[in-house]
């Protein structure tokens, strides 16, 4: 590794311990990076499966919902850089990050402001009973 490593769009790093998926590099030093977790439940809303393109991500999934900036001094590249995913899963991803801001700004709305697709079952009905006799 060299004094300053350069990370492009679509890069796997560490930042720490951790494996995250490099989004965006800004003007001033930091990058916008997802982290990436494992392919086992619990699932979260915002996962997208990054697919058995190369061996070390046959199991690793992107997890939108934990999107951060970070100096890119704290990232450090895996295999020398070499490790990337391609461009569609990282517009994936990114159209992944639009959906769950989106819904988590739905969810800061007070009660009944957005109606949901949701119904439950109706206490009491049994349903139609067809034939037979009636039942109480």
Not at 77 to 103: D, F, N, Q
């Amino acid at each position: 590794m060299g004094a300053r490593q350069v990370f492009c769009r679509g890069a796997i790093a560490l930042c720490g311990k951790k494996p995250v998926l490099v989004l965006r590099l800004c003007e001033t030093g930091s990058v916008v990076v997802v982290r990436l977790v494992g392919d086992k439940p619990p699932y979260h809303r915002s996962d997208i499966h990054l697919g058995a393109g190369a061996v070390l991500l046959r199991n690793q999934v992107a997890r939108a919902c934990s999107v951060a900036s970070v100096p890119q001094t704290r990232l450090r590249g895996i295999s020398g850089c070499v490790l990337r995913v391609p461009e569609a899963t990282v517009l994936k991803v990114e159209a992944a990050i639009k959906v769950e801001a989106l819904r988590q700004r739905e969810e800061l709305f007070p009660q009944g402001v957005v109606r949901s697709t949701w119904r439950g079952p109706k206490l009491g009905s049994g349903g139609r009973k067809i034939g037979g006799a009636p039942s109480d």
